[in-house]
């Protein structure tokens, strides 16, 4: 894993999207749903490990309404289907706009594309909120010849068939294609389907010292 690797020997650059490209407070949503009743939400869901409504979320298995229902049991009578959303969203935190702008000039230098673990929730309201802050909008969205979300695929990371996937779809060869996360389950699962595997530390570096780390001019 992290082997550097030279940006014209690449067919193509898989990036995540939470916590790589835009910022996730993963420690919000276990003090919101505690401040619901739910003091035991963490261990329900955290960045190495979930329950299996989560994973039903992610794979598009299970509804929006089903899924709320699950946690508004979990809550303080009087909660309301409104705070269970804000408690369950309140994990995305935003991307800042020089990060934005990175992700669209390295998407004019290689193939690029997103492969998210995420749920329609979250994706609407990630979508949503980069309509509303970006400069470009467009432009960031433009950079990718295709985002991949799990609820879509019904597939998920670190399983190795799902980069497999991404790269048969794309005609992209794994050995020539790079694979960017920060959580390091996925990045082992990309390894094992052969990819360059980078894991990006968010306690030592960001999206932007990694690429400069990289030697990618972009």
């Given at each position: 894993?992290n082997?550097?690797v030279a940006l014209?020997?690449l067919d193509?650059?898989i990036l995540?999207f939470?916590?790589v490209?835009?910022?996730i407070?993963y420690?919000?949503p276990p003090?919101?749903?505690?401040?619901?009743g739910?003091?035991?939400?963490?261990s329900?869901?955290?960045?190495?490990?979930q329950?299996p409504w989560?994973?039903q979320?992610e794979?598009?298995?299970?509804g929006?309404e089903?899924?709320?229902g699950?946690?508004?049991?979990?809550?303080d009578?009087?909660?309301?289907m409104?705070d269970v959303?804000e408690a369950?969203c309140?994990?995305?935190t935003?991307?800042?706009?020089?990060?934005?702008?990175a992700v669209?000039?390295?998407g004019?230098?290689?193939?690029l594309?997103?492969?998210?673990n995420?749920n329609a929730i979250?994706?609407?309201?990630f979508?949503?909120?980069?309509?509303a802050t970006?400069k470009d909008?467009?432009?960031?969205?433009?950079?990718f010849e295709?985002a991949h979300?799990s609820?879509?695929?019904?597939?998920?990371k670190?399983?190795?068939?799902?980069f497999?996937?991404v790269?048969e779809?794309?005609?992209?060869?794994?050995s020539?294609?790079?694979?960017?996360?920060?959580s390091?389950q996925?990045?082992?699962?990309?390894?094992?389907?052969?990819l360059?595997?980078h894991h990006?530390?968010?306690t030592?570096?960001?999206?932007a010292?990694?690429?400069?780390?990289?030697?990618?001019?972009?």
């Amino acid at each position: 894993m992290n082997q550097p690797v030279a940006l014209d020997a690449l067919d193509g650059v898989i990036l995540d999207f939470g916590g790589v490209l835009y910022d996730i407070d993963y420690d919000a949503p276990p003090k919101a749903f505690a401040a619901l009743g739910d003091p035991s939400f963490a261990s329900l869901y955290h960045q190495a490990s979930q329950s299996p409504w989560f994973d039903q979320l992610e794979t598009g298995t299970l509804g929006k309404e089903e899924f709320y229902g699950h946690l508004l049991k979990r809550c303080d009578a009087g909660t309301t289907m409104q705070d269970v959303h804000e408690a369950w969203c309140c994990i995305l935190t935003g991307m800042p706009h020089a990060r934005a702008e990175a992700v669209e000039r390295l998407g004019g230098k290689t193939r690029l594309f997103l492969l998210s673990n995420t749920n329609a929730i979250h994706a609407h309201v990630f979508e949503e909120d980069l309509r509303a802050t970006l400069k470009d909008a467009d432009g960031f969205w433009g950079a990718f010849e295709e985002a991949h979300y799990s609820h879509d695929l019904g597939l998920k990371k670190p399983h190795p068939e799902t980069f497999l996937h991404v790269c048969e779809r794309h005609g992209l060869a794994p050995s020539r294609t790079l694979f960017l996360d920060d959580s390091v389950q996925h990045v082992r699962g990309a390894a094992e389907a052969g990819l360059h595997a980078h894991h990006l530390d968010l306690t030592k570096e960001d999206f932007a010292g990694w690429l400069q780390r990289m030697g990618w001019a972009v």
